[in-house]
């Protein structure tokens, strides 16, 4: 039997609800689906689909009661033998997927949202159902090749130089811990434990995590006071690196904030900059959050002094609207992520060979990772379809709803803004005279759950230099001034009935 | 306005090509798809996505002429303005995608297949567009819960012990790495640079990789030696270790492997078990490739041991035939991946609370990353669907498929088997007595380019020992045996033209 004999797939019952399967000489063909099949899956998919997303505007912005029972539920022995798709995407849309917070939804202002745009799990559906390898040139040239020239666009859009290149990761915490291995490699030597990292206090935890997956003890890393605005103090930097040389520590990675989570805090990028420069270290932005505002005027003045950093790490599944599970790590040099990952004694010798060509890239030859998931299309297809002054004007829409909020808390008798929203994240509470620090923080407390308890909005909340505020982000593509609207009004209502 | 006030995203064109996009009162819906859009834009992907999988078997098994100059077409600066869906489809159809290795074919057994089941593509269609966070409980407890749950189906179909959890990677480079981290943060002291690993010399070089980016210097991996079938010599395991202990090294990790890249090769699991308990040290297999056999009775028979390992790394884009981009690390007590990823210093305050019920896990606790994408649901919805007998009779059918052709092979004149198939990975080679060392690889190589560049089927090779070999990897839920037959016959003859 040659091309062209094979059983025609639909001849066969595709579906596994037959124990004994299907086996015709010698073809097993259990898990083939016919076209049909193929068709029918998605369409019913895509039924569910639709309905969720024209639900989101009016769904619960969180839904806990009973979550543990559904969990509970969905606890059981590896199955032997199929039951219908059908009854599976039902049980998923009907009793599953809405526990939770609606991420997706325009009321979600909690963490970083970032709404999931559609035409990525469409890019996704086309990716995965080619399934090409993608972690190396030769075996996919045009799905790697769109890898390396979106992470392009991304070095165009934070004003790299030529030269510069990056990968696509999971996350920003990916992302982290590739920048502190790349500089680990750059400039310490094989015993690194004295080199001494240096965060603000209001870093995000993922460094710390990153350190230690990268090797260093707690101890390496050195939390720098933080000024009245929340960014790094550039003193406290440089005390710390000087105690640290004199100590006989090597001070040697600098990490800053483009967007601290708790407060939305922009370092000074362009101070920090001149310290890493002076010091000979290496600088890093944490910009996940905050870099993609380089696309607007408003951001671009904020983050002056990112294009000069060695690394940075920026989540397109935040500011790009991308659904989670694409972060990226960009650096300035990209020769500095091959040496990193380069080892003499990796030889493979059943690899495909890689490209020497720099217009083309051997992704696994610059990071962590070998086999993976094809990140590239997800952010090819959208950015393609709308151009990027679609998500230029998205993200100036979302900057002008942040300080349009901003300005009517301030109303808000009773409530402080307790950092200025310098992107768009705004961190504010109920201040009153009198009340324990306890006390006051128990109030907002109260107020934040009083809110969210409507669920009409979901925010969510933080505790900086021992207060615990609240804090909205505007960052999902589907959030628009009514739902700015409806934010103010619930927060408007319940700091009422809390007074 | 309100909820029901939003502009009806009907009324708008969703496509960025009108560069002024579309604002009216404030609300910016450039980026909104209406549910005809949605749809549409699905119809059109899987117009191409459903011809593409019904050319498979007709496919070229390889296309790589002219790939370097569509790949430079594909560069260009960041667009401005977007261009319709349609004509970007096309585009990804007819000039982007085929290039490179077809390796979604029945024709592929090169490297280690898998083929890329199209009900996963469903499942992240669906979890991408409901796009819920799921590396904490809390936030999606149904989707989080669903992660949980086929990791729990991992550790079951490897006959881990109550208490065994894991978490679902990228793939196996990333499973390794979690593994080398979590044991060098259960056994050795924050000063770790003198623990020393143990590996094959045949085993995958991602663990070279790991141990690096775990922090360990190259001189901490030592090769021990492979016996005649290339399984890891314990004689030679034994050997080193009390050699190392001896200059006052600290040796803490031994890696075996259920089927090496180069031959497939799978070590004495229970021996090397017996090694570790001895010694103190951790047990870690990969079974990237051959761990799933453990669905199989002649597959638990090689494996035999490797449910004493302290954490197994185990690939579903592999022996599950799911896309790639899901790998796991399963380990034995989920206590290690937890006490491993805890850090003092890493309060969070912004995050959610975690659970402390054993039946709920918080995934980012036990994992190096926190946002990411969700994967558990691209290995429920095949596995409910189907059952795990189907893949169990996959599976099953790949060792029948395997040996068949290792026979058929070894009765063509001038061929010898380099080495047996333990699983369903094969290693041959032209043999010519009188030739050199250099001719005979050359001729191999030869060999390979020959067969492959017939494109009916597609194979690849590796060096062992100093000998290039061809091998065949029997791994795809596509592949059945008109397939091998198929193969046979292009060998057969090919070799017959080189004789």
Redesign the interface.
């Known amino acids: 039997?040659?091309?062209?004999?094979?059983?025609d797939p639909d001849d066969v019952d595709s579906?596994?609800v037959d124990?004994e399967?299907v086996?015709s000489?010698?073809?097993?063909?259990?898990?083939?689906?016919s076209?049909e099949r193929?068709?029918a899956?998605?369409d019913q998919?895509?039924e569910?689909?639709?309905a969720?997303?024209?639900d989101l505007?009016?769904a619960p912005s969180y839904k806990?009661d009973g979550?543990?029972e559904?969990?509970?539920a969905?606890?059981?022995?590896?199955?032997?033998?199929?039951?219908?798709?059908e009854g599976?995407?039902s049980r998923?849309f009907d009793?599953?997927?809405?526990?939770?917070?609606n991420?997706?939804g325009?009321g979600y202002l909690a963490?970083i949202p970032?709404?999931?745009?559609?035409?990525?799990?469409?890019a996704?559906?086309?990716?995965?159902?080619?399934?090409?390898?993608?972690s190396i040139?030769?075996?996919?040239?045009?799905?790697?090749?769109?890898e390396a020239?979106v992470v392009?666009?991304l070095c165009?859009?934070v004003r790299y130089p030529e030269g510069a290149l990056g990968l696509l990761t999971?996350?920003?915490?990916?992302a982290n811990?590739t920048a502190i291995?790349t500089a680990r490699r750059e400039l310490l030597p094989?015993?690194?434990?004295d080199g001494t990292i240096y965060v603000s206090d209001q870093v995000?935890?993922?460094i710390?995590?990153a350190a230690?997956?990268?090797?260093?003890?707690?101890s390496s890393?050195r939390q720098v006071k933080s000024d009245a605005d929340y960014s790094m103090s550039v003193d406290d930097l440089e005390t710390c690196i000087t105690a640290d040389r004199r100590a006989g520590r090597r001070p040697f990675f600098i990490v800053g904030s483009a967007g601290t989570?708790?407060t939305g805090a922009v370092d000074d990028l362009d101070a920090l900059a001149d310290v890493a420069v002076a010091e000979k270290m290496w600088f890093h932005v944490d910009a996940a959050y905050g870099g993609l505002f380089m696309l607007t005027e408003r951001g671009r003045a904020v983050l002056a002094g990112i294009e000069r950093s060695d690394s940075m790490s920026l989540?397109p599944?935040k500011a790009l609207?991308l659904?989670?599970?694409?972060?990226s790590l960009l650096v300035r040099d990209r020769e500095t992520l091959a040496r990193a990952?380069a080892?003499?004694?990796?030889?493979?010798?059943?690899?495909?060979v890689m490209r020497q060509?720099p217009?083309?890239v051997d992704f696994s030859e610059i990071s962590?990772?070998?086999?993976?998931?094809?990140r590239g299309?997800r952010l090819w297809?959208?950015?393609?379809?709308?151009?990027?002054?679609?998500?230029r004007?998205?993200l100036d829409?979302k900057l002008?709803l942040a300080h349009w909020i901003t300005e009517r808390l301030r109303e808000i008798k009773g409530i402080e803004i307790f950092a200025e929203p310098q992107l768009t994240l705004v961190a504010f509470r109920l201040a009153r005279a009198g009340l324990s620090y306890d006390k006051l923080n128990a109030l907002n407390q109260r107020f934040l759950e009083a809110v969210n308890d409507r669920k009409?909005i979901f925010i969510?909340?933080?505790?900086?230099r021992g207060a615990y505020v609240l804090?909205i982000c505007v960052l999902s593509?589907?959030t628009?001034?009514?739902d700015m609207?409806?934010a103010l009004?619930d927060i408007r209502e319940v700091a009422a009935e809390l007074r």
Not at 212 to 218: H, Q, V
């Open positions: 039997m040659f091309v062209g004999d094979k059983v579906e596994g124990p399967g086996v000489e010698g073809v097993n063909s259990e898990l083939e689906l076209e193929m068709l899956m998605v998919a895509m569910r689909i639709v969720y997303v024209r505007p009016t806990i979550a543990e559904m969990a509970r969905l606890i059981e022995p590896l199955p032997e033998d199929g039951e219908p798709y599976l995407v998923l009793e599953v997927i809405p526990y939770g917070f991420a997706a325009p963490y970032g709404g999931g745009l559609f035409h990525t799990a469409v996704d559906l086309i990716s995965e159902s080619v399934n090409r390898y993608t040139w030769i075996p996919a040239p045009g799905l790697a090749q769109i020239v392009r666009w165009e859009i999971t996350g920003g915490s990916m811990f291995f094989e015993n690194f434990l995000h935890h993922s710390q995590k230690m997956l990268a090797g260093f003890p707690a890393v989570v708790n989540d599944h609207f659904p989670y599970g694409t972060g990952h080892a003499d004694d990796t030889a493979a010798d059943y690899l495909p060509d217009d083309f962590p990772e070998l086999s993976r998931g094809h299309l297809l959208p950015i393609k379809m709308h151009g990027i002054g679609a998500f004007r998205q829409e002008d009409r969510s909340h933080s505790v900086v804090r593509f589907r628009h001034m009514p609207e409806r009004e």
